[in-house]
């Protein structure tokens, strides 16, 4: 059983379209980051959320920290081709003995032009 | 550019063997993390050090071992390599050890087991 779970799995949409992936959890985190991975390659931090209801843009790219620091979601706005990746939600927790992310199982994103 | 650099790029072997991948960190952060992606999976954490010593351990078989240098570059050992450890793996590192400290990826590096 994953501890965040990502949804939806897979995503394909047009040129232009609005998109929003989540990420839930029963678990409280600390902080609560956000990476997108193309093929081959290591996954690149986007964003990182600490606070309950924070909000953080990107250009087009838009991240809410859930109030109870449980969940979180994604919004691309206007997507385009070059937003084509997997999404990869990660939670943090603070502790003493390390920081381990525990990742969701991401989200597949095909932007078509 | 993540500023993680992990070698070799690609990595085939046979069933059996043993193998040694390798991480550099960004400059000035001290904790290194391992991480095994298979394919259509996502990433499972393996194991951390910090500062040279080990943080916090996932779920890292015993035939695999990590460890830390003074420099802070970091190794992982994958021995009796068998088919199903093919994946890629990923070398993280960042700044500190706890908190919303964020984790710089580097390139992977893909292993084949034939």
């Known amino acids: 059983t994953q501890l965040l779970e990502q949804s939806p799995q897979f995503l394909s949409i047009q040129e232009g379209e609005n998109l929003t992936v989540y990420c839930n959890s029963s678990s409280v985190f600390s902080s609560l980051q956000w990476y997108r991975q193309e093929p081959g390659e290591g996954p690149v931090l986007l964003v990182t959320?600490?606070?309950?209801?924070e909000v953080k843009k990107l250009k087009r790219l838009t991240f809410q920290f859930g109030d109870a620091r449980k969940d979180s979601s994604l919004h691309i706005t206007a997507a385009q081709p070059g937003d084509t990746g997997l999404y990869l939600c990660?939670?943090?927790?603070?502790?003493?003995?390390?920081?381990?992310?525990?990742f969701g199982g991401g989200t597949r994103v095909l932007v078509k032009p | 550019d993540s500023g993680v650099t992990q070698t070799p790029k690609h990595l085939i072997t046979a069933t059996g063997q043993r193998v040694t991948l390798r991480c550099s960190p960004r400059s000035g952060d001290l904790s290194v993390y391992w991480y095994q992606q298979s394919l259509d999976q996502g990433l499972q954490f393996l194991i951390q050090?910090?500062?040279?010593?080990?943080?916090a351990k996932g779920n890292i078989l015993e035939r695999f071992s990590a460890q830390q240098f003074p420099d802070l570059h970091s190794e992982l050992n994958l021995s009796s390599l068998e088919l199903g450890d093919s994946a890629l793996y990923f070398c993280a590192s960042s700044v500190g050890i706890a908190g919303a400290y964020e984790q710089y990826f580097g390139p992977g590096t893909r292993l084949t087991v034939t």
């Open positions: 050090y910090y500062n040279g010593e080990e943080r």
């Open positions: 990660a939670g943090g927790r603070i502790k003493a003995a390390g920081n381990k992310l525990t």
């Open positions: 959320v600490v606070t309950g209801g």
